[in-house]
Nanobody, 132 residues
Framework: QVQLVESGGGSVQAGGSLRLSCEVS????????MGWFRQVPGKDREGVGV??????TYRDSVKGRFTISQDNDKNTNYLQMNNLKPEDTAMYYC???????????????????????????WGQGTQVTVSS
């Protein structure tokens, strides 16, 4: 059973930082892509970024402020968010999709358009609130 468990959300003032974590289980020995998404009430879920070991993909509004990293030993993916802005306030979700074989395309190709439709497995979400 695949599980994604997020942690690290909270409330910060503008300019502050948070690091979200997403621990993955049930995908041992699978090649998969990790992505981060966010959603505010009444709006569609939007892609924040997709991790790729050769260079992650980010939406324009977070480039230079957010960084995705991965610790393979801990099966954990991280979203480091710096210089947070009030417009970053949202529920944040991590997601995973198994890379299809035998080509095992790079994650920047599998999910580089940041569409949530590509991803099969989702975390429960963690709230991030940024006050001005």
């Amino acid at each position: 059973q695949v599980q994604l468990v997020e942690s690290g959300g909270g409330s910060v003032q503008a300019g502050g930082s948070l690091r979200l974590s997403c621990e993955v289980s049930g995908l041992t020995n699978k090649k998969y892509c990790m992505g981060w998404f966010r959603q505010v009430p009444g709006k569609d879920r939007e892609g924040v970024g997709v991790f790729d070991s050769d260079g992650s993909t980010y939406r324009d509004s977070v480039k230079g402020r957010f960084t995705i990293s991965q610790d393979n030993d801990k099966n954990t993916n991280y979203l480091q968010m710096n210089n947070l802005k009030p417009e970053d306030t949202a529920m944040y979700y991590c997601a995973a999709v198994v890379r299809p074989g035998p080509l095992f395309l790079k994650c920047s190709i599998v999910a580089g358009d940041l569409s949530p439709d590509v991803f099969d497995f989702w975390g429960q979400g963690t709230q991030v609130t940024v006050s001005s």
